[in-house]
Each structure stands twice: as structure tokens, then as C-alpha cells.
């Protein structure tokens, strides 16, 4: 089983960035691919981005690509999420989640999930 842990969010202005952390650990953690995710107050988990577990091609949701970049360490077993930009919009909880397999970004498909980290974008 892996276990997730997220860090990076925080409060900034319209116009900012910030930088999320999620560290995996657990058995095989590198087998995976991995998923971002976000979830607003009374709004649907949406899915933001996936890397591939084998040649760590990223897919994105086309409403978020060229503002969100995901990128990841092998050997620091960790995943990144780069948000520029932002939008009070992408006030939300983020999440990561490891998937067996291809990219996905439906969450009823990856198997666990950490606690996530509070995104507030406000003036």
C-alpha cells in the first residue's frame, strides 16, 4: 500500500504561485502513476493532472494546462505540482493519488488518498 503526504499550500494573492509537494511512500512507490486532483467547497473532485508510472509523460486537464505543471523525482519518491498564476477559482483542497496503470484523471480509479492541502487564492 502507499502512503501520501501533501504539502505547499497556503494563502496567496491573484496573480501568485505556489508550489505543492507530495512525497510517496510504501511499497514500489516509482510502479505508479500519479495524480493531482482539487476539490472546492460543495464542488466535484476535479481531476488536474496525471504523470505516467513508466516514461512520466503528463497528461492535464485542457481548462488548467500552461498554468499547472507536474513534474516528479524518482529518487525522492515525490511529485510535484507547479501553479502559477492563480485564480481565486483554484481555492481548493489539492490532492495526490497513485493509479496501477495508464493516466487517468477520473479519481474513482486511484486507490488511496492523503490528506490534502489547502489552496486559498484571495485579495
Known amino acids: 500500500q502507499v502512503q501520501l503526504v501533501e504539502s505547499g499550500g497556503g494563502s496567496v494573492q491573484p496573480g501568485g504561485s505556489l508550489r505543492l509537494t507530495c512525497v510517496v511512500s510504501?511499497?514500489?512507490?516509482?510502479?505508479?502513476?500519479m495524480g493531482w486532483f482539487r476539490q472546492a467547497p460543495g464542488k466535484e473532485r476535479e481531476g488536474i493532472s496525471c504523470i505516467h508510472y513508466g516514461d512520466d509523460s503528463i497528461t492535464y486537464a485542457d481548462s488548467l494546462k500552461g498554468r499547472f505543471i507536474m513534474s516528479r523525482d524518482r529518487p525522492k519518491n515525490t511529485v510535484f505540482l507547479q501553479m502559477d498564476n492563480l485564480k481565486p477559482e483554484d481555492t481548493a483542497v489539492y490532492y495526490c493519488?497513485?493509479?496501477?496503470?495508464?493516466?487517468?484523471?477520473?479519481?474513482?480509479?486511484?486507490?488511496?488518498w492523503g490528506q490534502g492541502t489547502q489552496v486559498t487564492v484571495s485579495s
Open positions: 493519488a497513485p493509479l496501477r496503470g495508464l493516466c487517468a484523471l477520473v479519481g474513482d480509479v486511484y486507490e488511496s
Open positions: 510504501g511499497s514500489n512507490p516509482n510502479f505508479y502513476s
